[in-house]
Nanobody
């Protein structure tokens, strides 16, 4: 079993920075692909970014390319999602997810484990 705990959400001013963390326990972090998804009110959950087990391959949704960065820190078994330029449309609950295959790709069906989510609200 894998446990995922997100942190770093809250109220952010548009144009300001955002840094989310996801601490992973219960399975060798180095074997897992990791992803970030988000769900805005009244919308379906959507992929934001993913990273493979090695950290050598990353994936981004079109809405996230050039603004968000996903990274992972093996010593802390943690994956991060960061941006320096938030927009009001980034308002959503952000979920961390783990993929046992290690791929970390953009499809939610590939992820077996999910965190509880962290609310991000971007004010204009």
């Amino acid at each position: 079993q894998v446990q995922l705990v997100e942190s770093g959400g809250g109220l952010v001013q548009a144009g300001g920075p955002l840094s989310l963390s996801c601490a992973v326990s219960g399975r060798a972090f180095v074997t897992l692909g990791m992803g970030w998804f988000r769900q805005a009110p009244g919308k379906e959950r959507e992929f934001v970014a993913g990273i493979d087990w090695s950290g050598g391959r990353t994936y981004y949704a079109d809405s996230a390319k050039g603004r968000f960065t996903i990274s992972r820190e093996y010593a802390k078994s943690t994956v991060y999602l960061q941006t320096n330029r938030t927009k009001p449309e980034d308002t959503a609950v952000y979920y961390c997810a783990a993929d046992r295959s290690g791929a970390g790709g953009p499809f939610s069906r590939g992820y077996e484990y999910w965190g509880q989510g962290t609310q991000v609200t971007v004010s204009s």
